[in-house]
């Protein structure tokens, strides 16, 4: 593995935050392309938080120093595509400075506040194909040249027993952390993951034909909870596919489709998923009933709950997080398997759809329900963590971005973002976090990289989603570090 030189430290400033927390921004820079630095740089962004406490005695400077010292835990966010919240808004920054870390949130590249991916800035690439080469360089493999050469930077003056920092990875963090553990393991103290065991030896067919099967169970769940949506769904595809070009034009410039409506199944995965999309669907059905029309308010909810304009890069390079070495591409991988599904019909309308038994409606939903009735078997099913084509028509600043997305779509020469070998060799303790109805990331494929990384220690439940870190933080963070802290007969 080629050595990495530490990020250039551009400028940084403190802050106070209330609740004790002294804040520093980082602005650093790294070369856009480790093996050619002569085509320029880009500029990372990353906030550093640490508790900020008076002393009854002044320290001296140097004390001052050794204290600002303390060793990093560093949260990878999830996505890819999205920057960190603000450390006093993130569910992990009280437990981690109570623990005695300082905690890093850098902003992956072309996220947040780190050369942001943006339509204009993508055109300013160039061509098509040299945008997609540019966006080829946004993914999880220079995400961890990035952190490795950010943690050079910030740790040069530390004590030797200090350089190490440890990682906390949520969902895609996850899998940007396998990556670490893959190409700089002597950098990393300790890693701890929530639903982010990634399938890396795992196509993107094979990913979404198993991560499809939970996506059925949770709308069987849906439309158990909520069997008057049957209905109410039916009735906005009828009106959106009545209307000309069969779509309704949103507020900021993208279009509502029936694709992009069912899109909203994306949230299915998370703690209280199914009641935010019902709120959804019962705004808009009630939109039809009292106007016979969407309002203004109505479609700018459905706008906003999906942000692929603002976070391109989850559209652009989703399916590529699975292309885990050469010869792997992805060609649309997610609608080819579900154009195939009874369920996903809206997907190819033009086409006849098969649907493979093991798909069909009528398999117990994880909740010991068991065979579903007709009608939500026959029930327009919303799909989960996929995109699709057709997202690049609806979205505006995704339709700028669509010759380079079918570009990478084609692609097959990736780096490998995994090594198998040095997992097997692994010498860094990794705490996880598996959920057995993950929607996102499938449980037998994460069992089975759990299985490959050695030492690699999990807690497995069916009584949390994906979003459990959020949602149910003092449960599953407690359950991590007790595995770091606890002993086994």
């Given at each position: ?54 002393p009854i005695v002044p320290l001296s400077r140097a004390e001052q120093e050794m204290a600002s010292r ?82 050079l930077c910030l740790t040069a003056e530390f004590p030797e027993e200090r350089k190490k920092w440890s ?7 996850g899998f940007v952390a396998l990556s670490y553990l893959s190409k700089y393991p002597k950098g990393l ?301």
């Open positions: 593995m080629a050595a990495i030189k530490p990020a250039r430290l551009i400028s940084q400033r403190a802050h106070l935050i209330p609740g004790q927390l002294h804040v520093t921004e980082h602005f650093f820079e790294v070369p856009k392309n480790y093996f050619r630095p002569e085509l320029g740089s880009l500029k990372l962004f990353g906030r550093s938080v640490r508790k900020h406490e008076k303390i060793p990093y835990m560093v949260y990878l966010e999830g996505g890819p595509g999205y920057g960190n919240r603000e450390p006093q808004e993130s569910p992990i920054t009280g437990h981690m400075l109570n623990r005695g870390y300082q905690v890093l949130f850098l902003d992956y590249r072309g996220t947040g506040l780190s050369t942001p991916l943006n339509a204009r800035h993508l055109r300013e690439q160039g061509t098509p194909q040299e945008q997609a080469e540019y966006l080829k360089l946004l993914r999880a493999d220079n995400n961890v040249r990035d952190l490795e050469a950010v943690r990682l906390f990875g949520q969902s895609f963090g103290r300790e890693v701890f993951m929530t639903g982010g065991l990634a399938p890396i030896k795992s196509t993107p067919e094979e990913v979404y034909r198993a991560t499809y099967k939970k996506v059925i169970e949770r709308n069987q769940a849906y439309y158990k909870k909520y069997p008057e949506d049957v209905d109410s769904v039916k009735k906005i595809i009828e009106f959106i596919t009545q209307q000309e070009q069969k779509r309704i034009p949103l507020p900021a410039g993208g279009f509502l489709t029936v694709t992009r409506l069912l899109s909203l199944g994306l949230s299915f995965g998370a703690h209280g998923g199914l009641d935010a999309v019902h709120a959804i669907i019962l705004r808009l059905v009630t939109d039809l009933d009292q106007f016979g029309y969407f309002t203004r308010a109505s479609l700018a909810l459905v706008e906003d709950n999906i942000s692929f304009d603002s976070n391109p890069i989850y559209a652009i390079l989703h399916e590529p997080i699975y292309c885990f070495k050469k010869g792997v591409a992805s060609r649309w991988a997610a609608w080819r398997v579900g154009k195939e599904i009874k369920n996903f019909a809206w997907l190819a309308p033009e086409e006849k759809q098969t649907s493979p038994p093991s798909y069909s409606g009528g398999a117990d939903n994880g909740n010991g329900s068991g065979a579903e009735s007709d009608e939500v078997i026959n029930a327009p099913y919303f799909s989960g963590e996929m995109v699709f084509p057709e997202h690049f028509d609806s979205y505006p600043e995704l339709r700028e971005m669509k010759e380079a997305a079918n570009i990478l779509a084609e692609c097959d020469d990736w780096d490998e973002l995994y090594d198998e070998d040095q997992l097997r060799d692994n010498e860094v303790p990794v705490y996880a976090a598996s959920y057995i109805d993950d929607m996102y990331v499938d449980f037998d494929l994460a069992e089975e990289t759990a299985n490959l990384v050695k030492g690699c220690q999990v807690f497995e439940t069916n009584r949390m989603y994906h979003n459990a870190v959020r949602a149910r933080t003092d449960e599953v963070i407690g359950q991590l570090f007790k595995m770091r802290d606890d002993s086994i007969d």
